[in-house]
């Protein structure tokens, strides 16, 4: 929550030589943050961002508390002034006018914890005084007349909002606060017409009419105008959750919702009320016209929290002595109780009751207020563990590093996307996750792919960068709970690498992927071709890969519907690989094989055939213990060349020898074969 | 041939090369093991080899020393050459980690090196664990500031990676606890400082006796391995649900090292959150809190590398454009 604070206002309530900028400095080190110190016209605002759970630090009085606990350990004498719980009941001006009836009716005593009103008349609307009409500017807020500026400067000092209506505006001078029935309509003060969901705080006049939506904003039928010359002083506090609720839903994010959702100190309402009177009567000739009404309904437990110092030195890692520890929470409004040598029984003051609980509560107040700033900052020792990274963790980066050394490029995609990208992709979005409130349509899926993302980022970096383009990305998918998973309600996290090139051969793409499988160390890659016709693939140019019997993805074209829908008009080559089966399999073993003394006989042969190549690989390897190693060289046709080594570690081969296997070799097509292999399937050579 | 024709022909074959290597073939023709030489010599008449020893050994020797001149001759050119040196040369084809890979890298090494273990901890997640179990009630208004998507009532994309906590509480049972959880994390906002994903590491220690100069030390300790030396750490008070006592920590501004500029505050910039564990948070976490402390922080990856870089955009760093990640 964030404060503007006029140092002239602070001033008020607090009596220090400190210069703004100190005060600033010793605030932001120990207390409440000042982001900002602006000088206007020979007064200085701080921007003061008040901590969530300190509500009672968002106004002049509060951070004045504040102040005066903090600078006296930066040297500066420093001191309270004009406190709002000196005000007691008997300030409050005596009533100099005619009684005027209000009548108060409560439904419920939960919707609020004290209710206080007073009814003042003989008022006349006019320009607040300058010095107040400057403080509240400084402070961001718009003023008007003297009646609503001094409810907000009320606000301004004590942090307690307060409002004001036009007493003959209420019909019947009756207030019955309820909680609202739902598709009750309310106009508030900035024209808005509010359709309520019910269970709000509201307040019903005599004759049934809204007039006032509690703890947010006024209703404008009971608004103080320029005629007003009675009015009702309104100061309260309200059930909390009532408040925030309603000003999510109505988007009524006001200081006063904000302040009340956080539960200011009941104890500053009477106070609040009487120093408005004082206001109200000074600077608009006001006369108190009825008696106050203060309805407490919850009053404040008292509470003790113990600190042990041992254990607050502990902790903190710092040497406090008694004398130190108490000072501090005294200067804060805490009474202390001693009960022993080292330890003592803080009472909570009424502004802290809902921040302080535990020991640790207490510490922190010491802590903070002696200043972090000043603790020496050490390592600690603890034991070494002897648990390790996931493995999964350490190969995704030896992964990336690997291809970034290959040329390819990492993107990182939002997990987040559209149903359109998974559409155009041909996947459909029944795997991807929704959420129930996206930040957008573009932002509305957790994908089931990372697919769709690197053909969106091919797409959008068409014509931008020159080919051949490499990209890939490693990240986790989101699978919707259908297996063991389903206990924990939770969708599955795999990691996923999904790879693409863009203007590359077939043949280079899938070269990149196995010198990728190699440097991993994956036994027994092979590819097959895939069954069926599913999502982007172009089927008969794309493969299932498999370790062994284990798939672990899929390498392949993209067909040319999809490839025209990204505007994509190159060969793209993409690949799907399921990083936890990688990281699984991935290892860094290796054998040693030792070099042959005797230079290889290498021989290019030419095989006519309508077995796959992979499979006259494995055939030729197959056929004499001499063949040491087949490289693939191109195909026309059916006829597919290939470089065959062969080599005896024991002794020089000779040509006959390697004449006879090669005679045997060209056989290999004739001896039956696996199904035809369409033309198309042939990579291109190069 | 006879001896003189070989000579002539060699002499002939030298002044021809140009280069080098068209040098060193033409040595080899004549003078090597199987040159025209030996080859001459070989089949002489036994009994004319010592006749003709001595003359073919000067022709040998006076050919050898034509090479050597032409050689000096043709390096003496080749040094003598113009050549720019200037000239670029031919790239590779060069890949490129992405700028978020580079940074949680090397954060995890930091931490790493002082025995924190790396982790990885769902990005979907209950309630419980990115919620509810850090001491953060349904309906609590710190709930506002996290701007959480929901994938239904229970179910979130983690607001921050301080799911981690308790989940790495629950796997190691027992302090020491040193864990560094580094992950996507996802807020329902987008401007020049957010981006709806964004990753978060997430530092947690618990054990005897740890206490708020712990976190001090290991703070400092990351920021000079990361961003420079002479940098250091402040913590100053906040609120968290989930630490007790809660700092927001600032770091020296690396620019005007620390005097005030237009980048930072009074010479600090602000690094993120930080605290003391809270005491329900390690019962949740089934801990005790009586014999037990630690301090966590979450801070931003994309933070403090736009810090580090200078970034002025952060939703730069989620580019898909290859002009952009071609730059990292
Ligand atoms: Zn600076």
């Known amino acids: 929550m964030d404060i503007k604070l006029p140092d002239s206002t602070l001033r008020k309530y607090l009596i220090t030589k400190a210069t703004p900028e100190k005060v600033a400095e010793a605030l932001t080190l120990c207390g409440p943050s000042v982001d900002r110190l602006h000088h206007k016209n020979g007064n200085s605002v701080y921007d003061i961002e008040a901590i969530t759970n300190r509500v009672d630090t968002a106004c002049a009085f509060g951070v004045a508390r504040e102040a005066?606990?903090?600078?006296?350990?930066?040297?500066?004498?420093?001191?309270?002034?004009?406190?709002?719980?000196?005000?007691?009941?008997?300030?409050?001006?005596?009533?100099?006018?005619?009684?005027l009836p209000l009548i108060v009716e409560i439904k419920d005593e939960a919707l609020i914890p004290r209710f206080a009103a007073i009814v003042l008349s003989d008022l006349i609307v006019a320009d607040a005084p300058t010095e107040m009409k400057e403080d509240l500017e400084l402070s961001g807020v718009r003023t008007l007349n003297n009646l609503i500026d001094i409810t907000n400067y009320l606000t301004l000092c004590f942090g307690q909002p307060v409002h004001i209506f036009d007493y003959d505006k209420i019909k019947g001078h009756k207030m019955i606060l309820r909680e609202s029935r739902a598709g009750e309509k309310l106009t508030t003060l900035d024209g808005k017409i509010h359709k309520l969901l019910g269970g709000d705080i509201v307040i019903e006049d005599g004759e049934g009419r809204l007039i006032d939506l509690c703890g947010i904003m006024g209703g404008k039928l009971s608004e103080v105008d320029e005629k007003t010359q009675k009015a009702v002083l309104f100061v309260q506090t309200y059930q909390p959750k009532k408040i925030r609720r309603?000003?999510?839903?109505?988007?009524?994010?006001?200081?006063?919702?904000?302040?009340?959702?956080?539960?200011?100190?009941?104890?500053?309402?009477?106070?609040?009320?009487?120093?408005?009177?004082?206001?109200?009567v000074k600077h608009a000739r006001a006369k108190v016209a009825g008696e106050s009404i203060d309805l407490y309904f919850q009053k404040p437990q008292a509470k003790t929290v113990k600190l042990d110092?041992?254990?607050?030195?502990?902790?903190?890692?710092?040497?406090?002595?008694?004398?130190?520890?108490?000072?501090?929470?005294?200067?804060?409004?805490?009474?202390?109780?001693?009960?022993?040598?080292?330890?003592?029984?803080?009472?909570?003051?009424?502004w802290r009751l809902h921040d302080i609980s535990i020991p640790e509560d207490l510490a922190e107040e010491v802590a903070r207020i002696y200043g972090y700033f000043r603790l020496e900052g050490k390592l600690p020792?603890?034991?070494?563990?002897?648990?390790?990274?996931?493995?999964?963790?350490?190969?995704?980066?030896?992964?990336?590093?690997?291809?970034?050394?290959?040329?390819?490029?990492?993107?990182?995609?939002?997990?987040?996307?559209?149903?359109?990208?998974?559409?155009?992709?041909?996947?459909?979005?029944?795997?991807s996750i929704p959420l129930t409130n996206p930040l957008a349509k573009e932002f509305g899926f957790m994908r089931c792919s990372l697919i769709p993302s690197l053909l969106m980022d091919l797409e959008h970096n068409q014509g931008k960068v020159n080919l051949p383009i490499r990209i890939f990305e490693l990240s986790n998918i989101y699978l919707p709970d259908q297996t063991a998973k389903m206990l924990s309600g939770l969708p599955e996290e795999r990691s996923i690498l999904c790879m693409a090139t863009q203007g590359i051969s077939y043949r280079h793409s899938k070269g990149y992927l196995e010198?990728?499988?190699?440097?991993?160390?994956?036994?027994?890659?092979?590819?097959?071709?895939?069954?069926?016709?599913?999502?982007?693939w172009q089927k008969n140019q794309t493969a299932e890969i498999y370790s062994g019997k284990h798939f672990i993805g899929i390498f392949g074209a993209i067909k040319?519907?999809?490839?025209?829908?990204?505007?994509?008009?190159?060969?793209?080559?993409?690949?799907?690989?399921?990083?936890?089966?990688?990281?699984?399999?991935?290892n860094t073993d290796f054998s040693y094989t030792p070099i042959s003394d005797y230079p290889d006989l290498i021989e290019d042969i030419t095989i006519q055939s309508d077995r796959h190549i992979s499979e006259l690989i494995q055939l030729i390897k197959q056929e004499s213990a001499l063949v040491n190693k087949v490289g693939y060289k191109d195909s026309l046709k059916n006829k597919h060349t290939f470089t065959v080594h062969f080599n005896d570690p024991k002794r020089n081969l000779s040509e006959s020898e390697v004449t006879k296997i090669r005679e045997k070799l060209k056989l290999l097509g004739k001896r039956g074969g696996s199904e035809s292999v369409p033309e198309s399937v042939l990579p291109n050579p190069g | 041939m006879n001896l003189k024709d070989i000579s002539k022909q060699a002499t002939a074959g030298t002044t021809t090369a140009g280069t080098i290597s068209e040098l060193k073939e033409i040595e080899t023709k004549y003078l090597g093991r199987h040159g025209e030489f030996n080859q001459y010599f070989d089949q002489l008449p036994k009994e004319e080899k010592p006749k003709q020893g001595a003359t073919f050994n000067l022709a040998k020797q006076k050919y050898s020393a034509e090479v050597q001149k032409k050689s000096d001759e043709i390096i003496g050119r080749e040094s003598a050459r113009e050549f720019d040196v200037t000239v670029p040369g031919i790239l590779p084809s060069i890949g490129h980690l992405h700028l978020i890979t580079g940074a949680i890298e090397e954060i995890t090494g930091i931490f790493e090196k002082i025995g924190f273990i790396r982790r990885r901890y769902p990005e979907i997640d209950t309630d419980w664990y990115a919620a509810e179990g850090l001491n953060i009630p349904k309906d609590h208004p710190a709930r506002d500031d996290q701007e959480t998507f929901y994938v239904s009532d229970n179910v979130v994309l983690t607001p921050h990676t301080s799911n981690g906590q308790l989940r790495e509480m629950e796997a190691m049972k027992k302090p020491p606890i040193k864990m560094i959880n580094i992950g996507k994390t996802y807020r329902r906002q987008i401007d020049i400082s957010h981006t709806p994903m964004f990753h978060q590491f997430e530092g947690?220690?618990?054990?005897?006796?740890?206490?708020?100069?712990?976190?001090?030390?290991?703070?400092?300790?990351?920021?000079?391995?990361?961003?420079?030396?002479?940098?250091?750490?402040?913590?100053?008070?906040?609120?968290f649900q989930f630490t007790e006592p809660s700092f927001e920590i600032d770091i020296t501004c690396g620019v005007c090292g620390g005097l005030d500029c237009r980048l930072c505050k009074a010479g600090w910039l602000e690094l993120g959150g930080a605290g003391m564990v809270h005491p329900t948070v390690l019962k949740n976490g089934g801990i005790d809190?009586?014999?037990?402390?630690?301090?966590?922080?979450?801070?931003?990856?994309?933070?403090?590398?736009?810090?580090?870089?200078?970034?002025?955009?952060?939703?730069?760093?989620?580019?898909?454009?290859?002009?952009?990640?071609?730059?990292?």
């Open chain 1, 68 to 99: 005066a606990a903090i600078l006296p350990l930066f040297g500066i004498k420093a001191k309270l002034n004009n406190s709002p719980y000196d005000i007691k009941a008997t300030d409050l001006p005596e009533r100099t006018a005619v009684k």
């Open chain 1, 246 to 280: 309603t000003s999510l839903y109505t988007q009524e994010r006001t200081l006063a919702a904000q302040i009340f959702e956080k539960q200011p100190d009941t104890k500053l309402v009477i106070p609040t009320l009487i120093e408005g009177v004082r206001l109200l």
């Open chain 1, 309 to 350: 110092i041992k254990w607050l030195n502990r902790l903190i890692g710092y040497d406090f002595d008694f004398k130190t520890v108490t000072g501090i929470l005294k200067n804060l409004g805490f009474g202390i109780k001693k009960i022993s040598a080292s330890s003592l029984a803080a009472s909570v003051p009424t």
């Open chain 1, 381 to 431: 020792v603890t034991a070494n563990l002897s648990v390790a990274t996931d493995p999964l963790l350490d190969w995704e980066y030896a992964v990336k590093r690997y291809l970034a050394d290959l040329g390819f490029t990492e993107i990182f995609n939002y997990s987040l996307v559209s149903r359109d990208i998974f559409q155009k992709a041909n996947l459909d979005t029944d795997h």
């Open chain 1, 515 to 536: 010198a990728l499988f190699g440097m991993l160390h994956i036994p027994n890659i092979s590819f097959a071709s895939v069954e069926g016709n599913e999502g982007p």
């Open chain 1, 560 to 586: 040319q519907g999809i490839r025209t829908a990204f505007s994509l008009n190159d060969d793209i080559y993409l690949t799907n690989l399921d990083f936890q089966s990688i990281s699984d399999l991935a």
């Open chain 2, 204 to 239: 947690l220690l618990i054990d005897k006796n740890i206490d708020i100069t712990h976190l001090i030390g290991v703070g400092n300790y990351f920021v000079q391995h990361y961003f420079g030396r002479d940098r250091r750490i402040r913590l100053r008070p906040h609120h």
């Open chain 2, 289 to 328: 809190p009586k014999k037990y402390s630690g301090f966590a922080f979450g801070w931003g990856v994309e933070r403090v590398l736009a810090m580090k870089n200078n970034l002025p955009d952060i939703r730069n760093i989620y580019s898909t454009d290859l002009r952009i990640l071609n730059q990292f």
